[in-house]
């Protein structure tokens, strides 16, 4: 398959500098526009949402660390063993992550959120409104561990 090139429409601002993995609902971040490329006008309308999709990336990760197969999701053993498509770990094969975050409030091109798990300076790559018409369908599965280890995330 051939690469893909993609450019950050804005940066994340925040008081967390490293990626530890608990607390995050306790954080509030900017998502600054890159002003070069976005007006306010590409906001309009978002700040009716309660939430929004940020797309970003995880660029602090070592290429070398990315996982393409299976390991143990946050290095915890006592956890199964499980494909990288099955977890959320940022060491992914394109580094991307997905989280749903409150929308405080949008201020021209800065976007202020709750609850999003990147640190300071991290590349994002796009912004979409939460809607619960794309919300799952249906009962909604996940294993006992997730529910477990993932307690304090948020």
């Known amino acids: 398959m051939s690469p893909i090139a993609m450019r950050p429409v804005g940066m994340v601002r925040s008081t967390r500098a490293a ?3 608990d607390g995050w609902d306790a954080e509030t971040a900017r ?3 890159d002003s070069a490329r ?21 660029d602090r ?3 070398a ?5 299976a390991r143990h999701p946050r290095d915890d053993a006592s956890l199964p063993r499980l494909g990288i498509f099955a ?4 060491d992914r094969p394109n580094r991307i992550g ?9 201020e021209g091109t800065v976007v202020h959120v709750a609850g999003l798990d990147a640190i300071d300076g991290t590349p994002v790559l796009d912004l979409k409104p939460w809607m619960a018409v794309f919300a799952p ?3 909604v599965e996940e294993p006992n561990w997730s529910i477990e280890r993932m307690r304090g995330y948020w």
């Open 98 to 106: 997905l989280t749903v975050c409150r929308v405080l409030r949008i």
């Open 87 to 90: 977890q959320r770990g940022k």
């Open 38 to 58: 976005f007006g306010p006008e590409a906001l309009v309308g978002l700040d009716a949402f309660s939430h929004v999709e940020v797309v970003f990336v995880f």
């Open 137 to 139: 369908r249906g009962p």
């Open 61 to 63: 990760v070592d290429e």
């Open 31 to 33: 998502i600054e526009l």
């Open 19 to 21: 990626p530890t993995d």
């Open 65 to 69: 660390r990315v996982c393409t197969g």
